[in-house]
């Protein structure tokens, strides 16, 4: 079977029907085409798959019938596909391209609200609004009026409640669930157009209903509220033209208070703000829950006759020997579930009983056939199955739902049941497993790098990417994160080189007067800097303290304490000294005496610990290393770190007082062994010098004491180069 597609000629489509109508669409073509290759070593039967988004939707994506998965079997469909059902925009070399209402590639003209390519909406007036009266009554409450010629309609919930839509026409015929039965969602056909009505079923769906149609209508409507709760709000929307005329509230042929497909308007003493907004079912009170069925069927529309209207002529009386019986009646409109027909009536002799033509009875004596229920028992029930809900899952193994409701029909109308009047029949699935597609998976792409470090602990990385099943590269999203190989991992590259870090020796003694101590900061750290020769930290740790002496202290009195020394350190902790002597009270004056003498009483401590304020940062630095040169200038290296208080790093230490880490060493001159063997044999051995001889090995020993000179010296010229 051959496909059909619209035809771009000269970048403007092409209306015609090239094809016959039951021809299949081009995406099922060219999808079809696959159905004798192979894929992963079998044969499917492939069908197109539409929710592509952006370019892809020029992709030619198949799924494989009764399975749920899709591959991509091209990069592109043929020029001129539809990019998607909508039919406003074909595929060119890949591309999605636009097709304005005029049927020009390209086109940006778009029919406006009116429907008019290109207009300015001017043709027509858009009507919108959002109904929020406060209802008070249960039962229909009419809330909006959709005019003759009405188009676009779009009649919403604001929010999710227990109320429901209804829409009936003027007439009087129920659309959508009248006579307090509730309708499935679905299409409804009403005032010459076709309605949707959607009611999401979804626990977690927040959307009200709603009613849809394009238009136009052939006659008025009205939308109800069968209220129950507090109203959400509805918003209305649709479009009339410029002149068209919105027709009275009642049609002609009905007078208030008549039966209205049998329902009734509210009468005069029901609530003043409920007035001609709402409507109930004869024989059922406002107050009643929408769940209730009315207790008898409403009765028949009385007929009216115009007040100046002519009585007929009556005709001449017939001969009584003919009159109508009743011979039978009409075959039941339904099998089940209330029906109606209607009695037969045929002309017959009195006495004989016997038919004859109607013409020889009296036409305006034969009785009117009254509609008469049949068939009352109730339908069987059934089980009424919905629509799959969406897959919970993008790919992979998902679950999908859907409502299934026992259903029976009486009186022409669908009515939920209990389910266990259809536990005669099995109840279909509401749960089902659901597959969109192959998941795309986890692929390590590259080794791991090289360790971040030469020494200690760092960490190393590889390249992990998430590859679909096509082979390309996707969102990370689309792969399971919980199975995401590691891209990165600590690695140990065993210890590093250790090196003492000191402070410089604090400014301060311990002590104002007599024997103190002066600190510094002591730390063993690792050395990043290979290319220092430093040997590591060893057993033998730098002293932390050196001792200083301030002078001898004035002699006081008792055990007598002194005041506190300043601390020996100028940040972070350190320590306090003061003097305590023994002392002895005389008159007016204290003599010192020996310490012995106090030995009964508990001596003051003459050290306690300080602390001043936070370092902060500070300084530090190694040991200097050795020096490159023996002699005649070299320099040596030490390294130098800022560190805070607890010996991190750290780029807050003032660069003024950074202490050098390079300094020269060994400037003294080099003294040239002397060999007793190396000596010049002739007295011209200077002229063998400046004529560059010493090259050669005779004059390099003849005169070995002046070449070896001149060989030093020009060394140290190169080394001071």
Same mark, same amino acid.
């Given at each position: 079977?051959?496909?059909?597609?619209?035809?771009?000629?000269?970048?403007?489509?092409?209306?015609?029907?090239?094809?016959?109508?039951?021809?299949?669409?081009?995406?099922?073509?060219?999808?079809?085409?696959?159905?004798?290759?192979?894929?992963?070593?079998?044969?499917?039967?492939?069908?197109?798959?539409?929710?592509?988004?952006?370019?892809?939707?020029?992709?030619?994506?198949?799924?494989?019938?009764?399975?749920?998965?899709?591959?991509?079997?091209?990069?592109?469909?043929?020029?001129?596909?539809?990019?998607?059902?909508?039919?406003?925009?074909?595929?060119?070399?890949?591309?999605?391209?636009?097709?304005?209402?005029?049927?020009?590639?390209?086109?940006?003209?778009?029919?406006?609200?009116?429907?008019?390519?290109?207009?300015?909406?001017?043709?027509?007036?858009?009507?919108?609004?959002?109904?929020?009266?406060?209802?008070?009554?249960?039962?229909?409450?009419?809330?909006?009026?959709?005019?003759?010629?009405?188009?676009?309609?779009?009649?919403?919930?604001?929010?999710?409640?227990?109320?429901?839509?209804?829409?009936?026409?003027?007439?009087?015929?129920?659309?959508?669930?009248?006579?307090?039965?509730?309708?499935?969602?679905?299409?409804?056909?009403?005032?010459?157009?076709?309605?949707?009505?959607?009611?999401?079923?979804?626990?977690?769906?927040?959307?009200?209903?709603?009613?849809?149609?394009?238009?136009?209508?052939?006659?008025?409507?009205?939308?109800?509220?069968?209220?129950?709760?507090?109203?959400?709000?509805?918003?209305?929307?649709?479009?009339?033209?410029?002149?068209?005329?919105?027709?009275?509230?009642?049609?002609?042929?009905?007078?208030?208070?008549?039966?209205?497909?049998?329902?009734?308007?509210?009468?005069?003493?029901?609530?003043?703000?409920?007035?001609?907004?709402?409507?109930?079912?004869?024989?059922?009170?406002?107050?009643?829950?929408?769940?209730?069925?009315?207790?008898?069927?409403?009765?028949?529309?009385?007929?009216?006759?115009?007040?100046?209207?002519?009585?007929?002529?009556?005709?001449?009386?017939?001969?009584?020997?003919?009159?109508?019986?009743?011979?039978?009646?009409?075959?039941?409109?339904?099998?089940?579930?209330?029906?109606?027909?209607?009695?037969?009536?045929?002309?017959?002799?009195?006495?004989?009983?016997?038919?004859?033509?109607?013409?020889?009875?009296?036409?305006?004596?034969?009785?009117?056939?009254?509609?008469?229920?049949?068939?009352?028992?109730?339908?069987?029930?059934?089980?009424?199955?919905?629509?799959?809900?969406?897959?919970?899952?993008?790919?992979?193994?998902?679950?999908?739902?859907?409502?299934?409701?026992?259903?029976?029909?009486?009186?022409?109308?669908?009515?939920?049941?209990?389910?266990?009047?259809?536990?005669?029949?099995?109840?279909?699935?509401?749960?089902?497993?659901?597959?969109?597609?192959?998941?795309?998976?986890?692929?390590?792409?590259?080794?791991?790098?090289?360790?971040?470090?030469?020494?200690?602990?760092?960490?190393?990385?590889?390249?992990?990417?998430?590859?679909?099943?096509?082979?390309?590269?996707?969102?990370?999203?689309?792969?399971?994160?919980?199975?995401?190989?590691?891209?990165?991992?600590?690695?140990?590259?065993?210890?590093?080189?250790?090196?003492?870090?000191?402070?410089?020796?604090?400014?301060?003694?311990?002590?104002?007067?007599?024997?103190?101590?002066?600190?510094?900061?002591?730390?063993?750290?690792?050395?990043?800097?290979?290319?220092?020769?430093?040997?590591?930290?060893?057993?033998?740790?730098?002293?932390?303290?050196?001792?200083?002496?301030?002078?001898?202290?004035?002699?006081? +009195?008792? *055990? &007598?304490?002194?005041? /506190? =020394?300043? !601390? #020996?350190?100028? $940040?972070?902790? %350190?320590?306090?000294?003061?003097? @305590?002597?023994?002392?002895?009270?005389?008159?007016?004056?204290?003599?010192?005496?020996?310490?012995?003498?106090?030995?009964?009483?508990?001596?003051?401590?003459?050290?306690?610990?300080?602390?001043?304020?936070?370092?902060? +940062?500070? *300084? &530090?630095?190694?040991? /200097? =290393?050795? !020096? #490159?040169?023996? $002699?005649?200038? %070299?320099?040596?290296?030490?390294? @130098?770190?800022?560190?805070?208080?607890?010996?991190?790093?750290?780029?807050?230490?003032?660069?003024?007082?950074?202490?050098?880490?390079?300094?020269?060493?060994?400037?003294?001159?080099?003294?040239?062994?002397?060999?007793?063997?190396?000596?010049?044999?002739?007295?011209?051995?200077?002229?063998?010098?400046?004529?560059?001889?010493?090259?050669?090995?005779?004059?390099?020993?003849?005169?070995?004491?002046?070449?070896?000179?001149?060989?030093?010296?020009?060394?140290?010229?190169?080394?001071?180069?």
């Amino acid at each position: 079977m051959m496909a059909c597609h619209p035809v771009l000629i000269s970048f403007k489509r092409s209306d015609k029907q090239i094809c016959p109508e039951n021809t299949r669409g081009v995406r099922e073509a060219q999808c079809a085409s696959y159905n004798n290759k192979p894929f992963m070593g079998r044969f499917y039967e492939w069908e197109p798959f539409a929710e592509g988004q952006g370019n892809q939707k020029c992709e030619l994506n198949c799924r494989a019938m009764g399975y749920r998965f899709y591959v991509r079997q091209a990069e592109k469909v043929i020029d001129g596909t539809p990019c998607d059902q909508n039919g406003t925009s074909v595929c060119v070399s890949g591309q999605c391209k636009t097709i304005g209402c005029d049927d020009y590639l390209g086109s940006d003209k778009v029919a406006d609200k009116c429907g008019v390519c290109g207009g300015d909406n001017s043709a027509c007036k858009v009507v919108s609004g959002v109904f929020k009266h406060i209802l008070t009554n249960l039962g229909y409450h009419k809330i909006i009026e959709i005019p003759e010629g009405a188009t676009k309609i779009n009649v919403t919930e604001m929010a999710k409640s227990n109320n429901y839509l209804a829409l009936r026409s003027r007439s009087g015929r129920s659309i959508i669930n009248g006579n307090w039965a509730i309708d499935r969602p679905g299409k409804y056909e009403g005032g010459g157009t076709m309605f949707t009505y959607k009611r999401p079923n979804e626990i977690s769906s927040t959307a009200g209903e709603s009613l849809l149609a394009e238009g136009p209508t052939n006659e008025a409507l009205d939308v109800y509220m069968i209220h129950q709760q507090l109203n959400p709000g509805v918003h209305y929307e649709y479009i009339i033209p410029t002149a068209n005329v919105i027709r009275p509230l009642l049609p002609p042929h009905r007078r208030p208070g008549d039966p209205f497909n049998g329902q009734l308007e509210v009468p005069d003493n029901t609530n003043p703000t409920d007035r001609g907004n709402s409507f109930v079912e004869q024989g059922i009170h406002t107050g009643h829950p929408s769940g209730s069925y009315p207790a008898r069927q409403p009765g028949r529309l009385p007929s009216h006759h115009p007040d100046n209207q002519v009585p007929a002529v009556q005709p001449p009386r017939r001969n009584r020997e003919y009159n109508w019986k009743q011979i039978g009646t009409t075959e039941c409109t339904v099998t089940c579930g209330k029906g109606s027909q209607y009695p037969i009536f045929r002309c017959v002799n009195r006495n004989t009983h016997e038919e004859v033509s109607d013409n020889v009875c009296d036409s305006s004596t034969k009785p009117i056939p009254e509609e008469e229920p049949c068939n009352l028992f109730p339908c069987p029930a059934y089980w009424d199955i919905g629509e799959w809900s969406e897959c919970s899952k993008t790919c992979g193994l998902g679950m999908q739902h859907r409502q299934v409701l026992c259903r029976q029909m009486y009186a022409n109308r669908t009515l939920a049941v209990q389910p266990h009047n259809c536990q005669h029949l099995e109840k279909p699935e509401t749960a089902s497993t659901c597959q969109l597609k192959i998941c795309s998976e986890w692929q390590i792409r590259t080794e791991w790098t090289p360790c971040s470090v030469p020494c200690g602990v760092g960490q190393k990385t590889r390249d992990v990417k998430c590859i679909s099943n096509i082979g390309d590269i996707v969102d990370d999203e689309e792969c399971n994160m919980k199975l995401r190989p590691t891209d990165i991992e600590n690695c140990d590259m065993g210890s590093c080189a250790k090196s003492w870090f000191l402070t410089e020796w604090s400014d301060r003694c311990s002590v104002e007067c007599g024997e103190g101590v002066r600190t510094r900061s002591v730390v063993c750290l690792t050395n990043h800097i290979s290319s220092l020769p430093l040997e590591g930290c060893g057993n033998t740790k730098p002293s932390e303290t050196m001792s200083c002496d301030n002078g001898p202290c004035q002699g006081k +009195v008792e *055990w &007598f304490a002194g005041s /506190w =020394s300043q !601390c #020996s350190v100028e $940040c972070n902790s %350190g320590t306090q000294q003061r003097e @305590v002597i023994c002392i002895r009270k005389t008159m007016g004056s204290f003599t010192m005496v020996n310490p012995y003498e106090c030995s009964f009483l508990e001596k003051p401590p003459r050290q306690q610990p300080c602390y001043l304020k936070p370092c902060g +940062v500070k *300084w &530090f630095h190694t040991d /200097w =290393s050795t !020096c #490159s040169k023996t $002699c005649e200038g %070299g320099f040596r290296v030490r390294e @130098v770190r800022c560190l805070s208080d607890d010996l991190t790093p750290s780029d807050k230490c003032e660069s003024q007082y950074k202490p050098e880490d390079t300094e020269s060493c060994n400037p003294q001159d080099c003294i040239p062994e002397i060999d007793e063997n190396c000596k010049d044999k002739y007295y011209n051995c200077n002229v063998v010098v400046q004529a560059r001889l010493c090259v050669y090995a005779y004059y390099k020993t003849a005169c070995c004491a002046s070449c070896k000179r001149a060989a030093n010296r020009q060394s140290g010229f190169l080394g001071r180069r």
